[in-house]
């Protein structure tokens, strides 16, 4: 079956220290997305890609970054700089067509230890 | 100008009621609204949209209805039950960037 896989699906980060967030997609989509999710926040976006080899941030992107190599990967780093990260991160895929909507990933659930 | 409003933050409902959510956009070079639905622990499932050109859409027990000259739409679930209950999410965005907007979801409970 298609769909998006994020891992891990729990994941703890100790003070100082960066981690990276896996996603990987086998529905062929250009696009994809993280979003941080925080309670009674919504969703924000982080950084997106609608193509390989490029990405851009987007609205809360500090203390983050991602590469995109490959149509069918795009990891996310925390970085130490992100000074609260803990939260509930989505990664999403698209394939941009007019009628697109966003397929999620599980999740992966951050804590700061 | 990016904003999508969402209210209520939580809702309340008897089974069979009509909970109603509602959202409001500023951009107006805004041209597709999504609504998610998502369970806990796991990632939002896209439930309806809805494009600027028309007034309502339904699927099922759900139906979006949309005023554009008050950039304003809203969530209704007809006959509502207890499998309802989850977070709801509206979004906006321009569909040429693939760039959504969420509002803050909506809490929903139903009781049997």
């Known amino acids: 079956d298609g769909g998006i896989t994020q891992s891990p699906k729990y994941l703890f980060r100790k003070e100082g220290q960066n981690v990276t967030l896996s996603c990987e997609q086998n529905?062929?989509?250009?696009?994809m997305y993280w979003y941080r999710q925080d309670p009674g926040q919504g969703l924000r976006l982080i950084y997106y890609?609608?193509?390989?080899?490029?990405?851009q941030k987007g609205d809360i992107a500090e203390g983050y970054s991602v590469s995109r190599e490959k149509k069918e990967s795009f990891p996310l780093t925390v970085t130490s700089a992100q000074k609260n990260p803990t939260a509930f991160y989505l990664c999403?895929?698209?394939?941009?067509?007019?009628?697109?909507?966003?397929?999620f990933g599980s999740g992966t659930r951050l804590t700061v230890v | 100008q990016q904003q999508v409003k969402q209210s209520p933050q939580s809702l309340i409902v008897q089974k069979g009621g009509i909970p109603i959510i509602n959202c409001a956009y500023e951009?107006?070079?805004?041209?597709?609204f999504p609504w998610y639905q998502q369970f806990p622990g796991k990632g939002p499932a896209l439930l309806i949209a809805?494009?600027?050109?028309?007034s309502e859409k339904k699927e099922g027990r759900f139906t979006i209805s949309f005023n554009k000259s008050a950039k304003q739409f809203s969530l209704h679930i007809m006959d509502s039950q207890p499998g309802d209950s989850a977070t709801y999410f509206c979004?906006?965005?321009?569909?040429?960037?693939?760039?959504?907007?969420f509002g803050q979801g909506t809490t929903l409970q139903v009781k049997p």
């Open positions: 999403a895929s698209t394939d941009g067509l007019w009628d697109y909507g966003y397929t």
């Open positions: 529905l062929n989509h250009d696009a």
């Open positions: 890609s609608q193509i390989v080899n490029d990405f």
């Open positions: 951009n107006t070079a805004f041209d597709y």
């Open positions: 809805i494009r600027p050109d028309v």
């Open positions: 979004a906006g965005g321009p569909s040429n960037t693939g760039k959504l907007i």
